[in-house]
């Protein structure tokens, strides 16, 4: 693939693609109001460049972005599922679209509405009592439950609890929040089935522990069977159980986190619920909590009136106060509405099972040629091991690498920890029988490059712009400022 240039480089001296009309004021010296420090020597380097050379540019670039829209994305434990326009369309109306976040209740009758029958739809999928749409992304819901937990612990005099356990095929998010919240992390090892070891947990509950931290599915895809088991446990400790609702789509409809046993739990409605997901943002991690934890979630929360409209109103003194500005992201919110008026119940529980059935139909069509160290049957995601093939001279990081060859996004790798050579892959629902058997056949057709054709693997990808980057050094010194050829570093 050709490289395409940098705009500095389609510069031509004197080019412009803009008029801007006269300045009507006066000019100001800006010597007698800033340090000289801050001020330039010389006027700033931009490209000059019609407006078809942008428009051309960046159309360009566009071109080299991979995205669900252009193909598959088989991202393991991110769900990158297909997100349907109308629920762009259904954000993007002007009633939503216009509104600005400090306008008077009375104006606002509409959205607060629809956020409120997400939040009864929420709580009626995860079986909570109460819920908070604030938290931006999944992360921030994480870092909300736990705060909420440590609040609550706080209040009933338990200052002491201030150990979190994860599981060792934990989400990393999960220790990052708990220590991000001032706790002890404790793993939690897996037992030979791939579920957390109930003895070993057992041993390792106390009168210090806050919370346990887990999602079901894990993310090795299996479903944790001993889940009442191991609430009962946590609970009989004093501690709370927190879920991670990074693989809610596998569940929908079928069973709740509240009758699991879970205290609180936390959605990504920009995985689960439908919002272009990816580069950043933007994203949403909505928190619900069992009644009696309802007081510490924050504030504000929006309060039907005896006459029937609706108030942004304050928590209570027991609140953890606000964790993101205003109420969220309500435009993400509002595609996870839309999102749910097309599924309806029936529809949700018909995407949980198309998820189970493509990922356990991928599985079986890959498990002949690598290796599954769990292979019992899975539910939305499934871990492959690619020690084998590192035997045979190829590691994942290659075999992921020549996938961009074949057209496909490549699947996590190295994660979860517990799987030596590790790559997981979650097909998600919306992909087709016929999009499945192209992955596993390009899987299928790399396996044999790594006997006859290694340097294809050692050298992927071949098909983009640059090839195989050192990403440990691009992410120790990245070159963030472009530079003329001419001038000094």
């Not at 005099?157 to 991000?180: E, F, W, Y």
């Not at 899975?378 to 020690?387: A, D, G, I």
């Not at 050692?458 to 070159?479: G, I, N, Y």
Request: glycine letters at 8%; proline letters at 7%; hydrophobic letters at 35%.
């Amino acid at each position: 693939m050709d490289r395409v240039p940098l705009i500095f480089e389609r510069s031509r001296t004197g080019r412009v693609g803009v008029s801007l009309p006269p300045c009507d004021v006066d000019e100001v010296d800006l010597s007698e109001t800033l340090p000289p420090e801050l001020l330039r020597d010389d006027a700033p380097l931009l490209p000059e460049v019609s407006e078809l050379d942008v428009v051309r540019h960046y159309t360009e670039l566009s071109h080299l972005n991979y995205g669900v829209d252009t193909g598959f994305y088989p991202l393991g434990s991110c769900t990158m599922k297909y997100n349907p326009k109308v629920n762009d369309w259904a954000a993007g109306l002007s009633g939503f679209e216009q509104l600005h976040p400090l306008q008077p209740d009375h104006t606002v009758q509409g959205v607060l509405e629809a956020l409120k029958d997400l939040e009864r739809w929420l709580l009626e999928i995860t079986g909570m009592d109460a819920m908070s749409l604030q938290p931006a992304a999944g992360a921030q819901g994480e870092f909300t439950g736990i705060l909420v937990i440590l609040a609550y612990l706080k209040n009933r005099g338990q200052d002491q609890r201030t150990v979190i356990l994860v599981p060792d095929s934990a989400h990393g998010t999960n220790p990052a929040t708990a220590s991000m919240a001032g706790c002890t992390v404790k793993v939690v090892p897996s037992n030979q089935r791939g579920q957390v070891d109930v003895d070993a947990l057992r041993a390792l509950v106390d009168e210090n522990v806050a919370g346990l931290m887990l999602t079901n599915p894990n993310t090795l895809g299996i479903f944790e069977s001993d889940i009442l088991e191991i609430a009962e446990i946590v609970h009989q400790a004093g501690g709370l159980l927190y879920y991670d609702g990074a693989n809610a789509n596998a569940i929908l409809g079928k069973v709740r986190p509240g009758d699991m046993g879970f205290d609180v739990v936390h959605l990504n409605l920009h995985k689960t619920f439908s919002t272009p997901h990816g580069g950043g943002g933007p994203g949403s991690g909505p928190v619900g909590v069992k009644s009696w934890l309802e007081p510490y979630l924050p504030t504000p929360w929006i309060k039907s009136q005896a006459d029937g409209s609706l108030i942004w109103a304050d928590r209570g003194p027991r609140s953890i106060g606000k964790v993101r500005s205003y109420y969220g992201n309500v435009g993400v919110l509002l595609r996870a509405y839309a999102y749910l008026l097309t599924q309806g119940a029936d529809g949700l529980t018909e995407v949980a099972e198309t998820a189970v059935l493509n990922a356990n139909y991928l599985a079986s069509l890959l498990r002949q040629h690598y290796d599954m160290p769990y292979p019992e049957s899975v539910k939305h995601e499934f871990v492959l091991s690619l020690t084998k093939q590192k035997e045979r001279g190829s590691r994942s990081f290659d075999v992921a690498k020549r996938l961009i060859d074949y057209g496909f996004y490549p699947p996590t790798v190295y994660f979860p920890l517990v799987v030596d050579e590790a790559m997981m892959v979650e097909p998600t629902e919306t992909e087709s029988k016929e999009t499945l058997e192209r992955f596993s056949d390009a899987m299928i057709q790399i396996d044999k490059e790594v006997d006859h054709h290694p340097e294809l693997l050692a050298s992927a990808p071949q098909t983009t712009v640059v090839s195989r980057l050192d990403e440990t050094l691009a992410a120790r010194r990245p070159e963030l400022v472009y530079r003329p050829s001419n001038e000094p570093e």
